[in-house]
């Protein structure tokens, strides 16, 4: 089995996943394909030696193989045809296309193996209303939110600070905090500029954050270690973009075992059946001993292997133990039965 | 622009979308493109004149011209190429592909206009474990519940009878009601053949139950009549079907001005944005007066066309108005910069 990238997609993250393909790339160097997905919903092969930043912002990769995806795997157009085949696939479009189902459908239909989050995963992790209601489904707590869609009547039940965010995207794009009510109209156009509904919740200063990245494989939990990530990368999209192109180890949190414990239950309940055949990292607020989930990445920037002892290892697993597909063949006893039934 | 259905689908309710879909080409006869979904994920384009269930039971459809999606619509392989485009579709592929978010993903992945739920509709209506969560999110009961993962612990917290139902699956298959323990391995061995998981819940006898289907167009409501259904077809799979391939309409339920008015918020709360673009089907209990959310169904058998006084209108005006993209172009902002800062 070969293994491969798929990255870009027409996405405001777009950048962002070129950037965590090329990081990944060069931490497992046993991913030889690469295909990119450029805003128009093309497929390009790019040879390992094209894979630097310039070849998609020079638009080099218009000049690579086009491909199209096929049942299992991709194909190009004519006489002499490129196959792509017995590959399974990282999926590291970041935001839309990616996260949002769309891609996991595709790859789904046409039964391409794939790491990252299934269609139902995908809708449960990029939409914050959705990941709100799944959380305190599972017992787990949320900071509060009201759901204000573009066009609606503002009525803000929080104090301010509030914080604004656009319903669907990831990387901080669209966010904005909200000190006091003169400054929330250009934060909800900042928002709806990315999505026709936001997301409002009460802005908690300094609030203690933890990340946990994970993946569950033959039987087992694969757990990073706790991360506590550095405060001033909090809403800075430039920090978060170099954040994507991390080669370098995190530092470990020094967090209590039993807070600890409780943010790997909270992980494990969040990961469920649903997250199968995806390495995710949730990221979590402590206040006052009680963890709270903030949000699940389902494709975190560079994979979150920054915060794995042994990441290779944990991938491959991933991707070695991928949901089965139920087979489902097609029957016409009913209709045959009709026909029967009308002497036909 | 044209208009058709595409249908069938690798699912256990494959038989039911034909029959479905050729109920809706008879009501809505401005239809003229039929597109077949096999459980091989192979697209056909089928002459109006081959509309009938010998043509899938006897396979003459394997015949017929093979599509492939493409940007905008389907085409043909070879020289001579048949193209399909500026057609919006009727998603009429109930249960697995059509339900679940694969074919919206698809033809949002090309660009097709379709009637029928997007990817995150579907998910919210096609895992009944999500469905739940949602109603309740949006102050709507639900009748009592637990999710069942196969080979784990039973551990039934409800009083007998329960029903039994496998998490995401319409159309009654794999669902059964128990009325003492010793049938539950049965029943569950039941649900498990086509999931994974299964829901059970308290079975209420003799519940009132009533439908409501509808659609939001043009900025108004455009709600069906309400609809008390027959009690026996409650499980009955043989009656269900034959109900898939109604023609008659419905008799109009006699319900309480106060109660009717219940069930039309609580339906409109349920399509909320998600729904935009489809014609769904709610089916709601009523319990001491307390309107529950039984199940969404986002595509309805034969669109639930018999509980409409205006089928036609109400379906053309759905695909007039469909949700819109945002159009997102990649930009290469961070790319660049970074380069610049290299000095390259």
Redesign the interface.
């Known amino acids: 089995m070969k293994q491969g990238i798929i990255f870009?997609g027409?996405?405001?993250e777009?950048?962002?996943s070129?950037?965590s393909a090329i990081t990944v790339s060069k931490k497992i160097t046993t991913i030889e394909t690469f295909i990119f997905l450029?805003?128009?919903?093309r497929f390009f092969l790019i040879p390992k030696d094209k894979m630097n930043?310039?070849t998609?912002?020079s638009f080099a990769f218009e000049k690579c193989t086009e491909l199209f995806p096929c049942?299992n795997g991709f194909t190009s157009k004519g006489i002499f045809k490129t196959k792509v085949d017995q590959t399974v696939f990282i999926n590291m479009v970041h935001g839309?296309?990616g996260e949002?189902?769309?891609?996991?459908?595709?790859f789904?239909?046409?039964?391409i193996d794939f790491v990252g989050p299934r269609?139902?995963a995908?809708?449960?992790s990029f939409?914050k209303?959705?990941t709100?209601?799944?959380a305190?489904?599972l017992d787990i707590d949320v900071v509060d939110y009201v759901l204000l869609?573009r066009d609606e009547a503002l009525d803000i039940p929080f104090d301010y600070p509030i914080i604004v965010k656009p319903l669907s995207l990831g990387s901080s794009i669209g966010v904005s905090i909200v000190k006091e009510e003169k400054e929330l109209a250009y934060a909800l156009d900042t928002a709806f500029e990315y999505d026709?509904?936001a997301l409002v919740e009460p802005f908690i200063d300094g609030v203690k954050e933890y990340n946990l990245a994970g993946t569950f494989a033959f039987g087992e939990w694969k757990l990073s270690f706790i991360e506590e990530p550095e405060k001033e990368s909090f809403l800075d999209f430039?920090k978060k973009?170099l954040d994507f192109s991390r080669t370098k180890s995190a530092q470990e949190a020094t967090v209590e075992e039993n807070l600890a414990q409780k943010i790997h239950e909270a992980f494990k309940k969040l990961y469920g059946?649903y997250f199968k055949g995806s390495m995710i990292r949730c990221d979590f607020f402590v206040i006052d001993g009680k963890v709270y989930l903030n949000e699940i990445n389902p494709i975190p920037g560079s994979l979150a292997h920054y915060l794995f002892h042994d990441f290779p290892t944990t991938l491959s697993d991933t991707m070695q133990d991928l949901p089965v597909h139920r087979d489902?063949?097609?029957?016409?006893?009913?209709?045959?039965k009709?026909?029967a039934t009308k002497g036909?």
Chains 1, 2 share one sequence.
């Open positions: 870009g027409k996405s405001f777009h950048e962002i070129i950037v450029d805003d128009k919903h930043a310039k998609f912002s049942h839309g296309d949002d189902g769309v891609l996991a459908s595709l789904s239909f046409y039964n269609t139902t995908s809708v449960l939409d209303y959705i709100k209601m799944y305190k489904e869609k026709d509904q430039d973009y059946n489902i063949k097609a029957s016409y006893h009913y209709i045959d009709i026909h036909k």
